[in-house]
């Protein structure tokens, strides 16, 4: 934000000052953004949680799904302070909100999830748009379109990200929508798949996906999903410590944009198998301004050297430079879980990925916590200076189960003042 940076893991939050990194609340429960709102948002605190910076309006957007009854609860707020007063929402949803992600644009939020019914079967993708405008307004009226995407019946589509925002030119109002994902239908895969959702607010609303059924695919360099896809397959040096998910059957969060006027910069990453351990793919794809039609500018990979890279996140600065954060590890002694950073600086060649900096060394293994290393983590470009980068993902501090710390991390770039 414009004086704060703020986290939100599982089920509690907290609000640091950007300048000096002192905490200046937190941990919160996260249902405090719904206290006094009344019904589900207030009474649960299910998790499956985004708090984003809306760069355009200076607010922040914070969002949590309820899994009975099936809820989406979202809080606005209503200053740049993210410790002040919200506006407060709950929507329903068609059925169960699984791994909802979100895409914030002038006079739209985008989000998406997949959409597990009654909590048994895949049953698409659900797409909605939020009115944004009247959301911050405060508006009681504030409008809602929302769409399942079943592929015609093939359940082809699925994951999707929507591009969230990092610098947009004005528009009068929602411009089309740009998705990525269901990356998982071939392994090994050669193509991204692209969606367009254009969306209208008035009178009832309604919205018109294209790219259905996986019928707007981008062609990109071969890859084979980490760990399969939906294996553990990555080691940790504690004797006895499980393997690790990396969740390489879908894009990881974000698929940031950034609009330099004339030019697009979709950027994404995902996890791969190397030769000998998994690596973090990433992709930048392009468009003019004002187009939807994406295409491949430039694909780069971390190094293949027996080092286990995933659950990354990318992002682009003013300037043109790609920051990669992502987790490491192997099976080396000492080689415990750790937060690194990579990318490209600007005006290099394309597809090259910088050598990786150590950001924050774990300590430990995890143990017993279903394979799971979180679902993703953050790589956010600071909304005040489009400059500076900050980075946050899990590490252990000692050999452990359920007890995952977190770090948070600037990056910047030599171009960066």
């Known amino acids: 934000g414009d004086t704060q940076v703020v986290q939100w893991v599982n089920i509690c939050y907290s609000v640091y000052d950007k300048a000096t990194g002192a ?13 006094g709102f009344g019904g589900v948002c207030q009474l649960d605190n299910d998790g499956d949680i985004i708090i984003q910076w809306d760069k355009a309006n200076h607010v922040w957007v914070a969002s949590q799904n309820v899994f009975g009854p099936y809820t989406t609860c979202i809080a606005v707020s209503k200053t740049a302070d993210a410790t002040g007063a919200y506006n407060r929402y709950a929507f329903t949803q068609p059925g169960f909100p699984d791994y909802q992600k979100w895409g914030l644009t002038p006079h739209a939020y985008y989000q998406t999830q997949n959409n597990f019914g009654n909590g048994s079967a895949y049953l698409g993708v659900t797409v909605c748009a939020y009115q944004a405008d009247a959301m911050r307004a ?60 254009t969306v209208s607010f008035k009178g009832k609303g309604k919205a018109k996906l294209a790219g259905v ?14 760990c399969g896809g939906f294996k553990a397959c990555i080691p940790q040096p504690s004797a006895g410590s499980e393997l690790l998910d990396s969740l390489g059957d879908r894009l990881m969060y974000r698929l940031a944009r950034f609009d330099d006027g004339t030019t697009q910069h979709f950027l994404v990453t995902h996890s791969v198998n190397d030769t000998a351990a998994v690596g973090a793919r990433w992709y930048e794809f392009t468009a003019p301004t004002g187009s939807t039609t994406l295409s491949l500018a430039q694909s780069g990979q971390t190094p293949d050297d027996g080092e286990y890279r995933w659950m990354g996140s990318i992002a682009r600065d003013t300037f043109g430079d790609i920051a990669l954060g992502y987790s490491r590890t192997s099976a080396t002694a000492g080689d415990f879980p750790s937060i690194y950073v990579s990318g490209q600086t600007a005006g290099e060649a394309a597809g090259t990925t910088d ?3 150590l950001a924050w060394a774990g300590g430990g293994s995890q143990f017993a916590t279903a394979h799971r290393w979180g679902d993703y983590s953050s790589m956010a470009l600071d909304g005040a200076d489009h ?16 007890q995952w710390y977190t770090h948070i991390v600037q990056v910047k770039f030599p171009s960066c003042p």
């Open 355 to 357: 050598t990786e900096v």
């Open 213 to 226: 059924n996986g019928t707007m695919p981008i062609a990109v360099p071969s890859y084979s999903l980490g």
């Open 387 to 402: 400059c500076s980068f900050w980075y946050t993902t899990e590490y252990y501090p000692k050999d452990g189960s359920f």
């Open 138 to 197: 405060g508006s009681a009226k504030a409008k809602r379109v929302c769409m399942v995407d079943n592929s015609g019946g093939t359940l082809f589509d699925d994951s999707f990200l929507p591009a969230d925002t990092d610098a947009d030119p004005p528009t009068a109002g929602p411009a089309p929508e740009v998705f990525l994902g269901s990356i998982d239908n071939a392994n090994p895969g050669s193509n991204v798949y692209e969606y367009v959702l």
């Open 23 to 35: 905490l200046i609340v937190g941990p919160i429960a996260g249902n405090q953004f719904w206290a």
